[in-house]
């Protein structure tokens, strides 16, 4: 479905605009640059920055914080000086196309329509192909606004809109004191990622912008001693790379590990089920693992058996796999976590007792199927 038809049937939450006239404010003038993309010869030390043992990563604070101050233009050249840490540089054409894309903007975020054309657009956190993009929130009371981004906008989307996230900053006290209604919510999904994350320049772009004042860190990424480090997640001897993010909550959330066994591992350097090692550290030779959340997700379900083969397992702490009437799929690590999210969620009068009937049988329960043995 096309964003035009999208509007058309949902004219009362949804409209596209033209990000000239939306950040106005943001003085978006935009300066040639041209410099290209960086050789492949500096990309071990482009790591190295990343992971703050050398390099401007305070620089990189130091430059955005001046020009906020400065209340100059923001321009490809301050844009590619402050995202210089992760190797990424624009010229001035790719600036004017990222911030001429078409956005979302949903204005009452509980409703079960504004779901949905979230849903559509970018997908959700199991879908095989995961949409990158930048998401705006505003209270709408005071016209606070706060700019985030994610290779996986779905995913992190889902962690904001379901209270995942460990409260902290600006942003998420506020969205838990307020409920979700009270909030617009900007989307901005982009599909063309110009050979890098195009998420990271846009974000870049409103950080410059003083009216984001949710913001607690005025640069992309976060980099430099802050909350958002580089993590991976490899095979034993790191030829290969399944999972990576630049937040730790991701791992939590989106693989269900424990936030005490993923510290655990990374830490001790010791193996996760026996086989993945967490690292802060990038492999530059590693292959990527072509794999969406949900399929490594079962991946791991698999793998929990068989590292846990000895250990007993109540019916609670089986994992439970729901599969809605359009095939859509939520893996949840425990039946009690899924009676929890259908009562919570989906108002249902979920039990223990009456899922136990349904799990494998194949029948539906209120519109989904359970199983436990996939």
Same mark, same amino acid.
């Given at each position: ?10 004219? @009362? ?15 978006? +003038? ?15 030390d482009t790591w190295k ?48 196309? +990222? @911030?001429?894309? %078409? ?10 329509? !504004?779901?949905?054309?979230?849903? #559509? ?33 779905? $995913? ?5 809109l379901n209270f995942k996230y460990k ?20 989307? @901005?999904?982009?599909?063309?990622? *110009? ?9 870049? *772009? ?16 976060? %980099? ?9 997640? *490899? ?20 693989? &269900? ?36 959340? /949900?399929?490594?997700?079962?991946? +791991? ?10 250990? %007993?397992?109540? !019916? /609670? ?6 599969? #809605? ?9 425990? /039946? ?10 989906? $108002?249902? %009068?979920? &039990? ?5 009937? *349904? ?16």
């Amino acid at each position: 479905m096309s964003f035009t038809l999208l509007f058309i049937k949902n004219p @009362i939450y949804f409209k596209l605009t033209n990000i000239s006239k939306f950040s106005s404010n943001c003085n978006n +003038l935009v300066a040639n640059s041209s410099e290209g993309l960086r050789s492949d010869e500096q990309k071990e030390d482009t790591w190295k920055i990343i992971l703050g043992r050398k390099g401007t990563n305070n620089y990189a604070h130091k430059l955005a914080n001046e020009h906020i101050n400065s209340k100059l233009p923001v321009t490809a050249k301050i844009i590619n000086d402050i995202l210089s840490y992760c190797n990424i540089s624009i010229s001035d054409d790719i600036l004017k196309n +990222l @911030i001429n894309s %078409p956005r979302i903007i949903i204005n009452d975020l509980q409703t079960d329509e !504004s779901k949905k054309i979230i849903k #559509d657009n970018v997908g959700t956190r199991s879908s095989k192909i995961q949409i990158p993009g930048v998401y705006i929130f505003t209270y709408k009371k005071t016209g606070e606004k706060y700019v985030g981004s994610s290779n996986q906008l779905a $995913g992190r989307l889902y962690g904001y809109l379901n209270f995942k996230y460990k409260t902290m900053g600006k942003l998420l006290p506020l969205l838990n004191k307020k409920n979700l209604s009270n909030f617009t919510l900007e989307l @901005i999904p982009l599909y063309n990622n *110009y050979n890098f994350r195009s998420e990271i320049v846009l974000e870049q *772009y409103y950080l410059l912008c003083p009216s984001f004042n949710l913001n607690t860190v005025r640069v992309a990424n976060n %980099p430099s001693g802050s909350n958002a480090k580089p993590l991976f997640m *490899y095979n034993r001897d790191k030829t290969v790379l399944y999972y990576s993010s630049t937040q730790q909550k991701d791992f939590i959330t989106n693989l &269900s590990i424990s936030h005490f066994t993923f510290t655990k591992h990374l830490n001790k350097g010791t193996y996760y089920l026996g086989k993945y090692l967490f690292s802060r550290s990038p492999e530059l030779n590693a292959k990527v693992k072509d794999i969406s959340i /949900l399929d490594l997700q079962l991946q +791991l379900v698999n793998d929990r058996k068989i590292f846990n083969i000895n250990k %007993p397992l109540s !019916s /609670l702490s089986k994992p439970v796999l729901m599969i #809605d009437v359009d095939n859509n799929t939520k893996l949840f690590p425990s /039946l009690g976590k899924c009676i929890v999210y259908l009562k919570k969620n989906k $108002g249902l %009068p979920a &039990s223990q007792t009456t899922l136990i009937k *349904y799990i494998d049988t194949g029948k539906t329960y209120h519109g989904y199927i359970f199983k436990c043995n996939f």
